[in-house]
């Protein structure tokens, strides 16, 4: 399980804190989940990248963010666990008009194969799936320690650091290899924020 760092003590991170909690849905989210009794889960991927990537094209916080991603870690690979998790999720977040998709990572290996093709590999933490996303660039979590207010409360998961975010620049994480999964998510988000500098997916001798 990773801890995560706290914002004031990775670079970028008090900034990058700052325009995440812009976007109302992702604090509601993060300080109702906190309270949840789960001590390994990160909200993650694309709520937090495109909310940075919307305030800075002077776009509401929120817009066209298809979803928001929580990642949990529970040794309990039975669908029924998750199912049970989902439901109570759903009851959690009725009241916000978004669409938040709640999965344990320690599932993934069992239908990943299946859905992509490829093994996936063993996963110990929730934050193995952060490490495995397609894009370094959305590959950040974070989460809200329960009961403690203030920037502190925060800890940040970026094994790939925050600058690209940042920027506005995708970068491809080739840890899987999921090109396919990598250029359809790219070109959507172009459509959307046509102003991010993308790095195509490597070929397979490692040229851009």
Known sequence: MSAGRRANDIPLGREFLEFVLQNRTNQIILDRFSAFGIKDWWLTAGCLAQTIWNIKANRAAGSDIADYDLFYFDPDTSWQAEDRLIAQGTELFADIPVSVEIRNQARVPIWYPEKFGVPYGTVRAASDGIDRFAYQTTAIGVRHDA??????AYRIYAPFGLAAV???????????????????????????????????????????
């Open 147 to 152: 009961g403690k207010s203030g920037i502190d």
């Open 166 to 208: 940042m920027e506005g620049r995708v970068i491809p994480n080739t840890v899987l290899p999921v090109k396919e999964v990598y250029e359809a998510k790219v070109a959507r988000w172009q459509k959307i924020w046509p102003d991010l500098v993308v790095t195509a997916w490597p070929d397979e001798k490692g040229q851009a």
